[in-house]
């Protein structure tokens, strides 16, 4: 097939940047049109080449940085700059946390009208920023040109797997297999037909989930459950949606078998497709900075919304009268309910709802309660704003891995009379552009 042609000159161009964007690429003027270009920092000058050219942008990548700034670090990872897993390992780790902590404020400021410049914000919660992912999903790809499985993340610039021998990120223990999952894969007759592994890892335990397309051989069976042997790492397989993944590794498959410790006094089990927090270390601390600012009581009723596996209802009922449980996922909600049961904690329920949906009838929504944490996906949760304005909770904590939603969120919050009283980041996500969040609000009397 005939590659298709570049609309685009490839030459190098030297470039001085101006400013960074949210996502951590740096900005840049041509002939009076904006470039953002991947791999560049403020105050640098750069050569650049396009990899991308729109009616009122162009992007580009750095190949040579010619002034570099302070700030700039030699990035951790061979790939960087490939891959599209990272996008600013060329930042000090400490300024990444800067940076991110910048763009909460620009965005309560801008959308929310809040002032939490960086100084006023709490102290960001910091995390190691190698070997922090104990969640992710990682592509698989025959390649039959190099006769070679690939196994990683997706290249930042084209649709490829990157050809990568560890990510630094991951944590260790699954981020130095890379090349002998490459092997095991090519090894089996169903070498073209693995998409992708899901890893999970839990305080003891790593668990990976490799998607079969076809049923494996007993040959490829046998080589699956070798390699889970050798490198002590429970092998599952999911041949069609989620809940058909199953256990194959020769171990007991106890319900706790994978689960994660908190607070040194709880047990969460959890499935290999379950949603876990990436990051087990910013966790804890995020877990006790909520319960910190909460400040909940024995006697106080606590709602959790979007709490999936409990992760902070559990924390929660540790400390008060009672918590419920809101959550859109049949399977969270039941393990959820299993972790509650497990930890002897008998004052929690959970209910499953889409949370974007009315809640007028619903039964948690007839109840009073002294505090509320909400914890959405991306897109945040402004549906939901209107019922926490009706429930007038005293305190609201928001965790949010979005700034812009956040900010879009808490403005409707203080319409409904609260303040705003404590805002900070947390570094959940270091390398990557992913904001990860917290506000605490109070109801003004
Ligand atoms: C950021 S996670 C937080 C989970 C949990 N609080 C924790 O710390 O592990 C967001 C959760 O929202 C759930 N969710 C996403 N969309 C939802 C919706 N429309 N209604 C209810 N829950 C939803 C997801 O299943 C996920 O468990």
Redesign the pocket.
């Known amino acids: 097939m005939a590659k298709r042609k570049q609309k685009f000159s490839q030459e190098p161009f030297e470039v001085a940047i101006t400013d960074i964007t949210h996502d951590g690429r740096g900005v840049a003027h041509v002939d009076g049109k904006v470039v953002f270009v991947h791999g560049a920092l403020p105050d640098e000058v750069v050569m650049a080449q396009y990899v991308k050219t729109r009616k009122d942008y162009d992007e580009a990548k750095t190949v040579d940085v010619l002034t570099a700034s302070n700030d700039r670090v030699e990035p951790i990872c061979e790939s960087f700059g490939i891959c599209g897993g990272c996008s600013l390992q060329h930042l000090a780790p400490e300024k990444q946390i800067y940076f991110k902590a910048k763009q909460l404020a620009s965005n309560l400021r801008k959308q929310a009208k809040l002032s939490f410049d960086v100084d006023a914000q709490m102290p960001a919660l910091r995390s190691p920023s190698e070997g922090y992912r104990f969640k992710g999903r990682l592509g698989v790809k025959y390649v039959a040109k190099k006769e070679k499985v690939l196994v990683g993340f997706r290249e930042k610039f084209a649709p490829f797997i990157v050809d990568m021998d560890r990510c630094p990120v991951l944590e260790a223990r699954v981020g130095n297999l890379l090349p002998q999952l490459s092997e095991l894969i090519g090894s089996l007759t169903l070498l073209d037909k693995i998409p992708q592994i899901e890893l999970a890892i839990g305080s003891d335990q790593v668990a990976l989930s490799f998607r079969v397309l076809e049923e494996p051989t007993e040959d490829d069976l046998a080589k699956f459950k070798a390699f889970g042997v050798e490198h002590n790492i429970l092998i599952y397989l999911q041949p069609k949606n989620e809940a058909s993944t199953f256990l194959l590794s020769e171990v007991e498959d106890t319900e706790d078998l994978l689960n994660y410790r908190l607070m040194d006094r709880l047990t969460m089990a959890f499935k290999p497709y379950h949603?876990?927090?990436v990051n087990p270390v910013i966790?804890e601390q995020m877990i006790a900075q909520a319960l910190k600012l909460l400040n909940i009581q024995k006697d106080e009723k606590v709602l959790?919304l979007?709490?999936?596996?409990g992760?902070?209802t559990l924390p929660l009922a540790l400390e008060a009268g009672s918590v419920i449980g809101?959550?859109?996922?049949k399977s969270?909600t039941e393990w959820a309910a299993k972790n509650a049961a497990r930890n002897g904690l008998d004052n929690v329920e959970f209910y499953c709802?889409?949370?974007?949906q009315n809640q007028d009838n619903a039964d948690w929504m007839q109840l009073k309660y002294d505090a509320i944490l909400v914890?959405?996906?991306r897109s945040g949760a402004l549906e939901m704003m209107a019922y926490l304005g009706k429930l007038a909770p005293k305190r609201i904590l928001y965790?949010s891995?979005h700034p812009a939603t956040l900010a879009r969120d808490l403005a409707e919050l203080v319409q409904y009379g609260y303040e705003v009283t404590d805002a900070g980041v947390m570094d959940m996500f270091p390398h990557t552009a992913h904001v990860e969040s917290m506000a605490f609000l109070v109801k003004k009397d």
């Open positions: 949603f876990t927090q966790n959790d979007f709490c999936g596996l992760n902070f809101v959550e859109g996922d969270l709802t889409d949370l974007t914890d959405p996906p965790v891995c």
